[in-house]
C-alpha cells in the first residue's frame, strides 16, 4: 500500500525531469524563467507547517504578481525518517544538523504544485500534474486536456513555478528555520529515539569487547597452565 502511494506521488525531481520537455513546446522558455528573475523574481510570502506561498513576478508585464504554492506531503514521517539516518547529524553526532536534513528533505518530499497565473491551466500544467500518475496538484485536480495547445504534453509546468524551483535549493537555511518553527518536536522525539538506539550500540560493543577481552584471558590463563603442566608430561 506504501510502495503504491509512493509511486502516485511526485517528488521535485520527477516533476522536474517531466519539465524538460518544455523546450519542445517552448523553445526559449530558459529565457522566459531568466525574465521572470530580471522583473523581480521570487518572494516568499507566507509558509504554515506544510504549505509555502510564493510571491512570482510576471517576466513580460510590470507590477503583477502571480500566487505560487508548493505544498509538502508526509512531512513528519519523512523528518522522521530522515533523522533517522546519522549521516545528517552533526560531525559529534549529537544532533542533527538542520542544513542537511534540509537538503535531503528537498529531494525527498512529495509535492503539490499550484500557480494562479493563465499559463499554468491553458497550456496544460495544471492538467498534467493533475495525472494519477504525478497527482501533483494543489487544491483540485484539473480533467480538462490541453488538446488544442499542448497536444502532445510538454512540460509539468509555467515558469513561474520553475522560477521557485530554481531557487528552492538555494533556501536551505529557510528550509532549517521553518523546520524550527513548526516541527521541532518531531525533530526531538526522533533524536533521542536515534542517541537511545547509539547508546544501545555502545553498550553492546562494551559488552562485546569484555567478552573477547575475558576470553583471551581465559585462553592464556588455560594455557600458561598447559605450560606448566605439558613438561612433566613430557619427560615421562
Ligand atoms: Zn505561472
Not at 516568499?44 to 503583477?64: I, M, N, P, Q, R
Not at 549529537?94 to 536534513?101: A, D, E, P, R
Amino acid at each position: 500500500m506504501y510502495e503504491l502511494t509512493t509511486l502516485l506521488e511526485a517528488t521535485l525531481g520527477n516533476l522536474a525531469r517531466k519539465q524538460k520537455s518544455i523546450v519542445r513546446l517552448f523553445p526559449t522558455f530558459p529565457d522566459r524563467v531568466k525574465n521572470v528573475g530580471l522583473r523581480g523574481g521570487v518572494r516568499l510570502d507566507s509558509w504554515d507547517d506544510d504549505t509555502w506561498k510564493f510571491k512570482v513576478h510576471s517576466g513580460t508585464e510590470t507590477a503583477l504578481w502571480y500566487d505560487v504554492v508548493f505544498q509538502f506531503l508526509n512531512v513528519e514521517e519523512l523528518l522522521d525518517e530522515l533523522v533517522a539516518n546519522t549521516r545528517l547529524w552533526n560531525k559529534g553526532r549529537t544532533k542533527i544538523n538542520l542544513n542537511k536534513l534540509g537538503r535531503a528533505f528537498l529531494n525527498k518530499v512529495d509535492v503539490k504544485i499550484d500557480c494562479s497565473c493563465p499559463a499554468q491551466l491553458y497550456w496544460g500544467g495544471a492538467y498534467i500534474v493533475s495525472l494519477p500518475k504525478y497527482d501533483a496538484k494543489h487544491g483540485e485536480p484539473e480533467t480538462r486536456s490541453p488538446r488544442v495547445r499542448n497536444p502532445k504534453k510538454y512540460g509539468a509546468h509555467c515558469k513561474h513555478l520553475q522560477a521557485v524551483m530554481k531557487v528552492l535549493p538555494f533556501h536551505v537555511n529557510q528550509i532549517a528555520k521553518w523546520i524550527k518553527q513548526y516541527h521541532m518536536d518531531i525533530i526531538d522525539a526522533a533524536e533521542m529515539t536515534v542517541r537511545k538506539e547509539m547508546t544501545l550500540k555502545k553498550e553492546r560493543q562494551a559488552d562485546a569487547r569484555q567478552a573477547r577481552k575475558d576470553a583471551r584471558r581465559a585462553e592464556k590463563q588455560g594455557l600458561q597452565k598447559a605450560e606448566v603442566e605439558e613438561p612433566t608430561v613430557e619427560e615421562e
